[in-house]
């Protein structure tokens, strides 16, 4: 089955310090992975899919296969940052998308 | 943002009623679904759908029952509400389109209290 794991639940870090959000998942195929942003009282909205590989609001995430990861990082942390991160999958043949039990981001002035 | 309506956006029910809450869609996406959001749990699959009538079981369907009619709305329904059921309940969609995958873009939530 599908898994992906965000093994931390807050990461609290100050303003300008590098940022960097873990995400591991399993899966024997070729998955497509995401990262998605939640900021206060908000609906999700996507930040990154690893098959665009571009750079949004300055955060970066590269997919490591041999590994199975998908770190999301960020050179400057800043302040607007903070909110819900959450890792997602989703793999051929079906349409269903698998998240993470999210990563709360808490940069301190 | 993509046309995603929940209604309602919030509602507070009695242990043992029936309840169904409504996504509708404008953008004429294949897929759509319904998660849930619980601290320490993130985002869980209930019910998905891949077209009119075509509906399938997530991870956490028991309790839930789903239909869609039409491709521009999908319910959910609880059939007898529990006080676990209370979480706040995530209306996605999705093209689905072609051979790559496209992102899921989510409706602002519906936050259920079951007392």
């Known amino acids: 089955a599908q898994r992906v794991t965000q093994p931390e639940k807050l990461l609290s870090v100050f303003k300008g310090a590098p940022v960097e959000l873990k995400c591991n998942y399993s899966y024997s195929g070729s998955p497509e992975l995401f990262w998605y942003v939640q900021y206060s009282r908000q609906r999700l909205q996507l930040l990154l899919r690893h098959i665009s590989r571009e750079s949004i609001k300055g955060f970066t995430a590269d997919l490591n296969k041999g590994e199975t990861s998908f770190h999301l990082k960020k050179p400057f942390a800043q302040e607007e940052d903070s909110a819900m991160y959450y890792c997602a999958l989703t793999t051929s043949g079906t349409y269903k998308y698998i998240f993470g039990t999210g990563t709360r981001l808490k940069v301190l002035a | 943002d993509a046309g995603i309506t929940q209604s309602p956006r919030h509602k507070v029910t009695e242990t043992g009623t029936p309840v169904t809450l409504r996504c509708h869609q404008t953008?004429?996406?294949?897929?759509m679904y319904w998660y849930r959001q619980d601290p320490g749990h993130g985002l869980r699959l209930i019910h998905y759908s891949y077209g009119v009538k075509d509906t399938d079981k997530g991870e956490v369907s028991d309790g839930y029952s789903v239909s869609r009619s039409k491709t521009e709305d999908f319910l959910l329904t609880l059939e007898s509400a529990t006080s676990s059921q209370t979480s706040v309940y995530f209306c996605?969609?999705?093209?689905?389109?072609?051979?790559?995958?496209?992102?899921?873009?989510f409706g602002q939530g519906t936050r259920l209290t079951v007392v």
């Open positions: 996605a969609i999705s093209e689905g389109r072609g051979t790559g995958h496209t992102e899921a873009f």
């Open positions: 953008e004429n996406h294949r897929y």
